[in-house]
């Protein structure tokens, strides 16, 4: 009997050891999680993509912000001097009203620092490419017709815009437009009309519902006094406007400016006159950007 013991125990000691030797090796450093593998694996993730997106080159220069009072006038300026495109769509600037310190009454007191984010678009999301900028406004455009102004990218049409006098924009959007003169169509007008397009200034809609040079109103004549041929005054009011630069010219190699406007739509300024910080943050919050001034 107690040989049979001795044999059954020596079995279980030796079962005890083959089971340490197969087993894996435990890792101290491991921490227990309910979500297992999935959440250590999601966590390199976002602190991979986290740490990319905060190694692009974007700087920050005040433009305006220190002497424009009015939403709609003041601006920031972002620049990207990387190598690489960079979506700022969603992204964060913050003032430095959390900095300073308000006299309120008898006492001195500290308020929140105003935060904005840059929006996206109809059209898509805001893409800074190497070597663009984009134009940072507080506010809004508040003219809505003919146009309602979003932010957008300038192109070589945006200059119709910035010519019409119920527009506003600062600093002003770039006039590059295509010369009338070399308009696709007009080397087939009669003379009086071509001669009309050859005269017409790039960037300028012309105005029609005029007074001829007797001073009578009639619906194709021109600030000049001029009256078109129909066919004429069709053809002038389809090409020389915003919308119909875009129909005929939104293919063309140069079509894209490299600025941004991108407003924000604040009802009040977002800088200080003075003392202020200027601080741009990425969608995961890491700080991209400061300036103070």
């Not at 966590?43 to 692009?56: C, F, P, R, T, V």
Request: net charge negative.
């Amino acid at each position: 009997m107690k040989s049979s013991s001795n044999l059954d125990a020596f079995l279980i000691i030796a079962f005890l050891v083959f089971v340490m030797l197969v087993s894996p090796p435990q890792d101290s450093n491991k921490k227990e999680s309910g979500f297992g593998l999935s959440t250590v694996s999601r966590s390199s993730i976002l602190n991979k993509d986290s740490q990319a997106e905060g190694s692009h080159r974007i700087s920050i220069s005040a433009g305006n912000a220190p002497y424009k009072y009015q939403s709609y006038q003041e601006y920031i300026i972002l620049d990207n001097w990387g190598e690489n495109s960079v979506d700022v769509t969603g992204w964060q600037l913050k003032n430095g009203k959390d900095k300073r310190v308000y006299r309120v009454g008898t006492g001195l007191q500290r308020f929140s620092a105003d935060v904005a984010i840059i929006p996206r678009t109809s059209s898509g999301d805001i893409i800074l490419g190497k070597g663009e900028r984009a134009i940072v406004t507080s506010g809004a455009i508040a003219v809505k017709t003919p146009y309602k102004i979003e932010s957008f990218k300038e192109n070589i049409c945006t200059g119709y815009i910035e010519a019409l006098p119920d527009y506003a924009f600062e600093p002003p959007l770039m006039q590059n437009c295509p010369d009338p003169e070399d308009e696709l169509g007009v080397e087939n007008l009669e003379r009086e009309c071509r001669l009309y397009v050859e005269r017409l200034s790039p960037c300028r809609t012309p105005l029609f519902n005029q007074k001829d040079q007797y001073g009578y109103r009639c619906e194709n004549c021109t600030e000049r006094g001029q009256i078109l041929s129909e066919s004429c005054a069709a053809f002038v009011k389809e090409h020389f406007n915003y919308n119909g630069c875009l129909k005929y010219h939104g293919n063309d190699e140069n079509f894209s400016g490299r600025t941004w406007r991108i407003f924000l739509g604040r009802g009040w300024e977002m800088w200080a006159e003075d003392y202020e910080t200027i601080e741009l943050f990425d969608r995961f919050g890491n700080l991209v950007a400061s300036q103070s001034y």
